[in-house]
């Protein structure tokens, strides 16, 4: 089983990024994935997932400008994060979580948000 994270990058304050989490390996369409982040001196913490039904939910501080979706198809989960601030600099990592199974956590993808 393998999770990886692609799409980050540097970008300036009010720009947008796509992530995506490839899966490979494993039942994709039966497991939630989550987006969880981890800034420099801090905790990681969750900012969306989405269950293999499609419900969403996200960390309040990403409400209104983040989307999490996914492509069972593509065995893809993707994080479409607009209006980026500052603080939304952190490594962005994607998780597979499905009762009964082993949690995979992916690799982890950069993002920098500095003008």
């Known amino acids: 089983v393998q999770l990886q994270a692609f799409g980050g990058g540097s970008v300036q304050p009010g720009g947008s990024l796509r992530l995506s989490c490839v899966a490979s390996g494993m039942t994709f369409s039966i497991y939630t994935i989550g987006w969880y982040r981890q800034a420099p001196g801090k905790q990681r913490e969750l900012v969306a997932y989405i269950t293999k039904a499609g419900s969403t939910d996200y960390g309040d501080s990403v409400k209104g400008r983040f989307t999490i979706s996914r492509d069972n198809a593509k065995n893809t989960v993707y994080l479409q994060m607009n209006s980026l601030k500052p603080e939304d600099t952190a490594v962005y990592y994607c998780?597979?979580?499905?009762?009964?199974?082993?949690?995979?956590w992916g690799q982890g993808t950069l993002v920098t948000v500095s003008s």
């Open positions: 998780n597979a979580v499905h009762t009964g199974y082993s949690s995979y």
